[in-house]
């Protein structure tokens, strides 16, 4: 009896040993795990999959040389997975929950701000270092130590835009229009500073909701103010709309400022070339610069994946970055969140220098499109506070 | 502000206005024949809009061509859903109620199958008339918005006429009033409900075709035009072609005045109040029908 007792003791501390070593084994991973939370379906879809296909093009060439090199020297592959988070904030926090449990070693998105806001506290919870997008300069002031953005703040997307205004166009007399939404209202918050540095005041402001088809109240109101510019701050497709019924109603002549959403092919397709002839956006990459890299990248990512957004086009080089880090701490989510707290990492898209707060991303362009083409017209660097 | 505005802010609502009534004419066809709310209606609007996409901008075919195959297209599409989706639960005597929540399934199922067809990108297509707009003095007038005047005002008159003189049509308000009569009489309901499945869908893609010039092709893009097309058809009148015409044009027109005079950011909320307004004190809408009254 105490023979059968102890071969049974002996089995179960065998089985508990297997499981506890099997267990410590799965814990290691094998694969630079990245998750992607992107808007894959909703009304940012049009640029979540532009989003995607440039981390995927950035993962497939790691890949491709056979992986991230560790510090011991052995190679891992990426395992990028995306997860749809369906442009709310609702879907963010879905989408960072099923993220999470897939045990990601870095986290990449959501897109929008109001998801970043919205789900930030869950991977803080989880201690997975994430590279977010959303342009509100909120979104890195949560007190998060795991939020990282490589993207802007609109506090930078907007001096940038006005000072192209009043240097290159001579602009007095701006209306604004603007989407009642985080990202859109951020925009606005940042407007009326920039524009008191070089004079400006908006003659009007005018507000509408998301999924609006009709301006006309808007616009004719901008028309009635005697405006020399619209400054239109919206999603791609509010973008598109807008532009499109600003030239029916006669007011083509009206030049539009605007930001990211209006470098998404989506944009010119639904106002139409015809109309989107001068418009004028800030962005983090211009199709129209001529660094000989950057295009190159253009060309690839063109053939592979057609026409670019190209201020969506920005993961590609948080695949690199992200690898580049690993390739010096290892698979050590604290030791990676501690290496993008003190970035300073040359991209192709940029040099990204980590802030006190989270931001990556301290340069700016802003570009117009002209003669079916954009063209760059400033290129700003701003200073990184530590 | 100038009579020019004034004018001009009266036609950007008459046009928006249109777009709610080519939508909440296909709601009221539903209704009329079968008594039934089809909530996936604005996504099979989305939809017609996006084969005419393909047939029309991606395939080259000449617009009238384009357009009639469309709306065959996806009268078959109507017939399928009749035969798969509405007609087993109408045969199996299922709750009406239970039926409309179920349409709720169809435009989870119409948008990701949107998605996954012709992808997240807005689209859209323009018209024959193109799109310069026409100057009459200081209004602006766009081509395809005089186009959808006719096509719109021809359909609710055709309607009109089909329910109110045509056999089949009678035939159809008789099933969506007393379809166990209508049965014992000799009416073949389950034809008559396929039939108005393919008219409504042919329907909702005309509309789908009209709307795209203006309203940019997106897989969510019905539902949010079938929010005010149903608003329209109460307010209008259950049942009615005219009332939805009528409701829809209340709608666009009230909605740019109160963006215009009031405030834009709150006109969803002028709209539903006017809504609400109704439902109390005229609950039948302006054209109450006949068929209304079993409500």
Request: with cysteine.
């Amino acid at each position: 009896m105490k023979q059968h007792k102890c071969l049974l003791l002996l089995i179960l501390s065998v089985f508990v040993a297997t499981m506890l070593l099997g267990g410590c084994k799965q814990s290691q991973p094998k694969t630079l795990k990245i998750v992607h939370l992107a808007p894959l379906t909703g009304a940012a879809s049009s640029y979540g999959f532009h989003l995607v296909d440039a981390a995927k093009m950035a993962v497939d060439e790691i890949n491709a040389k056979g992986g991230v090199k560790l510090p011991d020297g052995n190679l891992v592959k990426i395992e990028y997975i995306e997860v749809d988070e369906t442009s709310n904030s609702a879907g963010a926090i879905d989408g960072a929950r099923k993220a999470i449990s897939l045990d990601p070693l870095v986290m990449i998105g959501p897109n929008r701000s109001g998801g970043v806001l919205a789900a930030e506290k869950l991977w803080k919870e989880a201690k997975i270092p994430t590279i977010t997008d959303g342009t509100s300069a909120q979104t890195t002031r949560q007190g998060n130590p795991y939020t990282f953005r490589n993207q802007i703040s609109s506090e930078y997307w907007i001096p940038l835009l006005v000072k192209t205004a009043a240097e290159t166009y001579h602009i007095k007399k701006p209306a604004v229009i603007y989407g009642l939404n985080d990202y859109s209202k951020a925009n606005w918050v940042a407007t009326e500073p920039a524009m008191q540095k070089y004079g400006m005041k908006p003659v009007t402001v005018q507000t509408f909701n998301d999924n609006d088809q009709d301006f006309s109240a808007q616009l004719l109101a901008i028309k009635k103010s005697g405006a020399d510019s619209i400054f239109l701050y919206a999603y791609t497709p509010e973008v598109g709309k807008i532009t499109r019924q600003r030239s029916e109603l006669g007011m083509k002549d009206i030049p539009i400022f605007s930001e990211r959403a209006a470098s998404d092919p989506a944009a010119m397709n639904l106002a139409g070339k015809e109309n989107f002839e001068g418009m004028v956006t800030t962005t983090t990459l211009s199709t129209g610069d001529p660094n000989p890299k950057i295009q190159e990248f253009i060309k690839n990512y063109t053939a592979k994946y057609g026409v670019p957004s190209a201020s969506h086009l920005c993961h590609y080089d948080s695949i690199y970055m992200i690898a580049d880090i690993v390739s010096k701490v290892g698979l050590d989510r604290e030791k990676i969140r501690e290496a993008l707290s003190k970035l300073d990492y040359q991209g192709l898209q940029g040099h990204y220098i980590a802030d006190k707060e989270g931001n990556l991303v301290h340069y700016m362009n802003s570009q117009v499109w002209k003669g079916d083409k954009w063209v760059l017209l400033q290129t700003e660097n701003y200073p990184v506070a530590k | 502000m100038g009579f020019d505005t004034i004018l001009q802010i009266l036609i950007q609502g008459l046009n928006m206005g249109l777009i709610y009534a080519l939508a909440a004419l296909g709601i009221s066809l539903i209704w009329n024949a079968t008594g039934l709310f089809n909530f996936a209606q604005g996504d099979l609007l989305t939809m017609g809009g996006f084969v005419m996409l393909s047939m029309f901008a991606k395939w080259s075919l000449p617009y009238p061509l384009a357009f009639l195959l469309t709306v065959v297209v996806m009268g078959l599409v109507g017939y399928l859903l009749s035969q798969g989706f509405f007609y087993p639960m109408f045969s199996q005597g299922v709750h009406p109620d239970i039926i409309i929540i179920g349409t709720i399934s169809l435009i989870v199922l119409l948008q990701n199958g949107i998605l996954l067809t012709w992808g997240p990108h807005p689209q859209r297509f323009s018209t024959p008339l193109g799109d310069s707009p026409v100057h009459f003095g200081k209004i602006i007038v766009m081509p395809y918005y005089l186009w959808n005047i006719a096509i719109a005002v021809v359909l609710v008159i055709a309607l009109q006429m089909f329910f109110k003189k045509s056999i089949v049509g009678i035939a159809m308000r008789a099933v969506a009033q007393r379809p166990v009569a209508a049965s014992l009489m000799g009416v073949r309901t389950n034809q008559l409900v396929a039939l108005t499945f393919l008219l409504a869908t042919g329907l909702a893609a005309v509309a789908g075709i009209l709307i795209a010039p203006i309203i940019p092709l997106t897989p969510e893009m019905g539902s949010i035009v079938a929010l005010k097309a149903f608003a329209a058809v109460l307010i209008g009148g259950l049942g009615s072609f005219a009332g939805a015409l009528l409701g829809g044009v209340i709608i666009g027109v009230a909605e740019v005045v109160f963006a215009t005079v009031v405030v834009p950011t709150y006109k969803d909320v002028f709209i539903f109040l006017i809504l609400i307004a109704f439902l109390l004190f005229r609950p039948r809408g302006i054209f109450s029908s006949e068929i209304s009254e079993k409500v």
